[in-house]
């Protein structure tokens, strides 16, 4: 290596802000589908049913997310996870994108989002997997 190119890796190392981050991860459907099974996480079964046929537990206050991916645009289900009582005030589900219009939040999620962005797109990406089968 050139003195100059060991001084410049030298300063990257040193200083790591200079270095620039990776690019975002792209989106993952099985990732997103960890995070709707994971009770800390999404727990999404709690109130939904899901095509997970290994899971038992599986909830029915909302609707059947089996073919969520043919109701819902990519841009209209994010906006159904990230800001449901933004849709519907009265909704049971929760803001997974918001730290507002939340009911009965533990202490620990009081000032944070339940999901983080990335998460989202995770879960929109699974979402996006779930087509009705075809007659
Ligand atoms: C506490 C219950 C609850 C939880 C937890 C919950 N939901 Fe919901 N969800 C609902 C209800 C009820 C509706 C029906 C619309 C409404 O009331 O807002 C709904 C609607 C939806 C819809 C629109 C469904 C359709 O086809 O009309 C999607 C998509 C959805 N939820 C995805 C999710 C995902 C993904 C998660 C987890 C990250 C989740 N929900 C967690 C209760 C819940």
Request: hydrophobic letters at 45%; charged letters at 20%.
């Amino acid at each position: 290596m050139k003195p100059a190119a060991v001084a410049a890796l030298g300063l990257a190392l040193a200083a790591p802000a200079l270095v620039l981050p990776p690019p975002a991860a792209a989106a993952d459907p099985e990732r997103g589908k960890a995070l709707a099974v994971n009770r800390q996480k999404g727990f999404c079964l709690l109130c939904h049913a899901a095509p997970i046929p290994e899971e038992r537990f599986q909830g029915d206050i909302g609707p059947d997310l089996a073919g969520a991916g043919d109701r819902w645009s990519p841009a209209e289900l994010r906006e159904r996870v990230a800001h449901a009582r933004t849709l519907n005030p009265a909704s049971v589900m929760p803001s997974y994108a918001q730290t507002h219009h939340r009911r009965q939040v533990g202490a620990a999620w009081r000032d944070r989002p339940l999901l983080t962005e990335a998460e989202i797109d995770d879960v929109v990406a699974w979402l996006a997997t779930l087509r009705a089968p075809r007659p």
